[in-house]
């Protein structure tokens, strides 16, 4: 959901959205719909798992990824690699920003080019040891629009019949330094796991823990196929503490704990690790 924090690098929602506490999948809906009623979006307010990917992605013929984990990124890669379908990878920490085409074999729309590593090529693993994130290194909103210029120019190129034209490379530019560098992802790898030996084990839902860090201080909790009441839920928690719900999701506030659950009964919990 959207926070103030979180209004100093994006504009899809503002202030009134935050007291809200208006998700952000929402808060861009309405907000898209302003500039431009005749552009259909559809917001889905859910976590992406491996039970909901497919039907979250749908018939997409690109996918652009907005995500803040590897987790979440790994699971994309496999579907679209599996499907033959495109996507961009794309990242942004403190003033650095990078992004990455993927374009797997047998793509759907258009077959006729060459296909290009995918993301388990270049990061086998998550990156270890000392990683910047965005609560120990903030985002800097500039670092944030350069990655998403590129990233929907690639996607105009592809959707304009163009995709010979695309990046074929990892690209990381830091707006801060000017300090910028590219790493050859023109070929997938034969040995890579995914798209060489075909091996979708963050699509098979391995090794995903139930509860998993979610920014400072703050745990996410995967419960799923197990809807909340809001409503009801609200009625019992509203003698323990602050309770605010606006049917898309709950929050409840007792110090010093904030709790956040959503219908789907995915739940955050500010306060603890």
Known sequence: YGEPSNLQRQVLFDEDDARECLPKAEAARRHLARVNSGVQVSAQIADLTPRAVEALVGDADIVLDCTDNFETRYLINDLCVRDGRPWI????????????????????????????????????????????????????STAVNFAASIQVTETLKFLTGQARSM????????????????????????????????????????????????????VQIHEHARPVDLAALARRLEPLGEVRANGLLLRFRTAPYTLTVFPDGRALIQGTT
């Open 89 to 140: 990878y794309a990242a942004a920490v403190g003033a650095y920003a990078a992004t990455m085409n993927i374009l797997p074999r047998t793509v759907r729309s258009n077959p006729s080019f060459e296909p290009t590593a995918c993301l388990a090529c270049i990061f086998p693993a998550s990156p270890a040891g000392t990683v910047e994130t965005c609560d120990t290194a903030g985002i800097l």
């Open 167 to 218: 990046r074929r490379t990892l690209l990381a530019y830091d707006v801060w330094t000017g300090e910028r560098s590219e790493v050859a992802a023109g070929a997938p790898r034969t040995d890579c796991d995914v798209c060489g030996l075909r091996r979708f084990r963050a699509l098979a839902g391995e090794g995903r823990a139930p509860i998993t860090l979610c920014g400072r201080n703050a």
